[in-house]
């Protein structure tokens, strides 16, 4: 990978502006479109990683010997929540920071491409991130911005129409238990925007509808691999038995909706993103050997989603069936 491009103790910003338009203007542990003031460069791999973590971080993940800890390949743009939640933790082989480093991978030549032209364009180039960079919490600014932006967009328009497209976030519904306070947004484009007006238009039922069954099935798999994990701990001498594990808080970010027609059948395919806390209460024997121990175990499952829902027209009545619910890969803390 190009070492010309890497994160520096200076100003970072145009490497964090190139990242947070590379990877689709979101921050890339929670899904969560985000503005640019509101995200920080992250190291994928802990940054302060010695030599010797370094090289079994090499060997827990496919990384090639070159690999730079403070390169390209493993940066990406993240939340100041989700940089809080992260810290540095060192973690396993999970599916995000797998993912997120094959995308690093797949995105680095482009971002170094994009950084060094950024430093070749000159005045406008600057003068575009000082716009970005600024605070639209100022009345005076945000003023100017809803006078004079709307210029930009359509000279941006005027180049290509594609490119004034924008991601925007939607909160649908109220938590769909008492005990777990459930928060699912639609992170779309305007094609995403536009199938989720159709898909409430022509099936009649809304987006936080449709989501009751797929999210079921993913809370019910978590609790599944959380409880399978808990069994199979071992720091006590004695059995440690839980009760059903619970979530205690479902984050389920929806970052595509498209939709396709085939004669009297319309297939919508939703895909997003989620994570889960969930809670176990467990008993152990005491280290008296007599009375009872109660604790709680918490876990923190995360991963990626998607499933279709397929509206017939010519069915008696119409109806809309949902395909079971795929999970592409695990995270499990």
Not at 86 to 113: C, F, H, N
Not at 157 to 164: G, H, I, Q, S, V
Not at 183 to 204: H, K
């Amino acid at each position: 990978m190009a070492d010309t491009v890497r994160y520096g103790g200076g100003d970072n910003s145009v490497l964090r502006l190139v990242l947070h338009n590379t990877w689709g203007k979101k921050c890339y542990w929670c899904g969560d479109p985000k503005e640019f003031n509101d995200i920080e460069i992250d190291h994928i791999l802990p940054q302060d990683a010695g030599v010797k973590d370094l090289e079994g971080l090499k060997t827990a993940y496919p990384l090639d010997e070159d690999f730079d800890i403070h390169g390209v390949e493993n940066l990406a743009p993240i939340c100041a929540r989700c940089q809080r939640r992260k810290g540095s933790r060192r973690y396993g082989a999970i599916g995000i920071v797998l993912d997120a480093l094959r995308t690093a991978s797949r995105y680095g030549s482009t971002i170094v491409k994009k950084v060094q032209k950024f430093g070749n364009s000159g005045n406008v180039a600057q003068l575009l991130l000082g716009a970005i960079k600024a605070d639209l919490n100022d009345p005076d600014v945000r003023h100017v911005f809803e006078d004079y932006a709307p210029a930009l967009v359509q000279k941006l328009a005027l180049l290509d129409e594609a490119k004034a497209d924008y991601i925007c976030s939607r909160i649908v519904g109220p938590p769909l238990t008492p005990y777990n306070p459930l928060n699912i947004s639609l992170a779309l484009d305007n094609g995403g925007r536009t199938a989720v007006a159709i898909f409430e238009d022509v099936c009649g039922c809304s987006v936080e509808e449709v989501l009751r069954g797929p999210i079921a099935e993913i809370m019910a798999e978590s609790h599944r691999k959380v409880q399978a994990r808990l069994e199979g701990m071992r720091y006590y001498s004695s059995p440690i038995f839980f009760e059903a594990p619970y979530s205690v808080s479902t984050r389920l970010v929806v970052a595509s909706i498209s939709y396709a027609r085939e004669g009297p059948l319309i297939a919508f395919t939703f895909a997003g993103e989620f994570e889960d806390d969930v809670s176990a209460t467990a008993v152990r024997q005491g280290d008296d050997g007599i009375g009872l121990v109660e604790f709680q175990e918490d876990a923190w499952t995360s991963g990626r989603f998607s499933f279709t829902a397929t509206f017939d027209f010519l069915a008696e009545p119409e109806s809309l069936v949902l395909d079971a619910c795929s999970i592409d890969w695990w995270g499990l803390e």
